[in-house]
């Protein structure tokens, strides 16, 4: 269903503001957020790797943050 607001007649700061508002209904209301089944298969994948050791606890957010920074 198509929502009857025409976004194109809104400025970019009422877009951004339309966006938070739309992300914080989302956000309270996360049982009506659809997750495609292999996502869930992928975070269970992740988490057993986890669990058993296999997969270690990643890399500190100072170092993804400089790599993306480079990029």
Do not use: Y
């Not at 269903?1 to 970019?12: H, R, V």
């Not at 957020?33 to 790797?49: G, S």
């Amino acid at each position: 269903m198509k929502p009857d607001i025409d976004i194109s007649q809104l400025s970019p700061a009422e877009c951004i503001l339309l966006a938070e508002e739309l992300w914080e209904r989302a956000r309270n209301h996360p049982e009506a957020v659809p997750v495609p089944p292999e996502h869930l298969e992928e975070l269970k994948r992740r988490l057993d790797a986890f669990e058993s050791g296999t997969m270690g606890p990643g890399e500190p957010w100072e170092v993804v943050r400089d790599r993306l920074w480079r990029r």
